[in-house]
C-alpha cells in the first residue's frame, strides 16, 4: 500500500509509517537518491501537520544521504514550508528561490507546486497581489494540465484566498461550498493544510450558508477524531467548532493548541470579532486583537496585522475619516480614491479597507469602479501592478506607461480577467 492511499483514508499515523518505511527502504531500481526523495515527502507530510523539529531533521538525514543538486534544491523547498510554518517568511521565500533554480529537472516537477504554494501564501500575506496571483496561477496550470502534484499538497484551498483578495468575497464563495460539500476534498484540504478549514467554514457564515459550514465542520470533526494524536488537525476542529457554535471557549482553545503563529493569530483575531459582536467587555476585545496582531507579525503579515489594527481603532476611538485620508499624489484621482487605491493595492478587500476608512462597503466598490476606469485597470491585481507605477512615475515628475502595459522585468498579470469592485 502507497502512502498516497493511506493519506486519502485519512489515517495520517499510518501515512506517516508508510513514508518513513519508503524513506529507510532499499530502492528496487537501485537508485540512491529514491530513498532521500521519500524521507523528502515524509519530511513535507510532517510540516504538514506542524511536526516541524522532527520534519527538519529528516530534511537534513535524507540530504545528507546523496551528494546531488536536486536534493539539495527539494530539501530547499520542504525546509521553505518548515519556515513558513514557523512564520518565517523571508527565510521561506529565499529557500524557495533556491529550490526552484533547478525547476527544469524531472525530478522536480512534483515538487514546483509546494514551492509556489509557499511563494504564493508569503506573498498573500505581505499584500503582494502580483507576485501572489503568478504563483496562484501555475498551480492551476498544474492542476488543469495534470501535471505530477504530491497528494498533500493541494492547493484548492489557496486558489479560494486568491480569488477572494482579487475577485472580492462574492466570487470565493462558491469554489469554498464545492470544497466543503465533499468529504473527499475537504478531508484532503485539512490534510495538506489544516488551517484552511476556519477560513473557509468563517468565509461560508459570512455568506449565510450555515449548512454547507455545518458540513464542512463535520467533516473535520471525524478527520480529528480519527487522529486524535495530532494537534494541527485538532486545533483545526476546535477552531471550525468556534466558528459555528459561536463559542469563545473553543476558540481560545484552539489558539493553545495551534503551533502555528499564523492560525493563533487567526484564531485570537476570531475571538475578538467574536465578543466585539456580542458587546463582550472592550478589554478583552482589545487583548486578543493585540494577540492576533502579534502572531501576525510573527508569522510575517503584515496584511492581516493591518485589518486587526484597523478593528482596534474602531474599539478605541472614533477618527475623523476625512483627515485620515492622505491627500492623493496621483492627479487624476480625489484624494479618497487615492486612500481607496492605496489600500487594495496593498492587498486589503472592500470590507477592511471600509473599515479602515469608516465607510461602507458599497461606497469603497463606488470609488473602486471610478479607479479602474480612470487609470484603465479591471482588477485588484492590475490596480495592485499599475499602482506601482504610477507611483513611480508621480515621483518622477514623468509620464505613467499606458495602461496595458508592464515596465522592465515585470510579468504580465495573466489572473487579471473580468473586472470586479466587490
Known sequence: MTAASVWRGGDVLSVLSVAKAAATARCEQGTPWCPSLAGMQLALLLANVRRLDLARRVVRRSAAAVQDPVIDAIAAVVNARIALCEGRTADATELCDQGMRLAD??????????????????ALRRGELVTMSQHADQLKEDVLFGRDVLPWNSPAWLIVQVTEADKGRDAAVPLARQLLESAVSTRSLLLSEPTSAS??????LRADDRKTAVRGRQHAAALAAENPGI??????????????????????????TYRDPWARASANEDIGNLLGTGGGECGRVRSHYELAMRYYDVAGSPRDSSRVRSKLRGHDIVMAAPGYWPPSRIPILTDTEYAVAELVAGGLTNPEVADRMFLSRHTVAFHLRKIFQKIGTKSRIELALRWKQLGAAARNGSSPPPAGRVGPGQAHDRAATGSSAT
Open 199 to 204: 477560513f473557509l467554514v468563517r468565509m461560508l
Open 105 to 122: 529537472d524531472l525530478r522536480l516537477l512534483s515538487w514546483a507546486g509546494v514551492g509556489n504554494v509557499v511563494r504564493a501564501v508569503t
Open 231 to 256: 494537534d494541527a488537525i485538532r486545533a483545526a476542529a476546535l477552531h471550525v467548532d468556534g466558528l459555528v457554535d459561536r463559542d469563545p471557549h473553543q476558540l481560545e482553545q484552539a489558539a493553545a
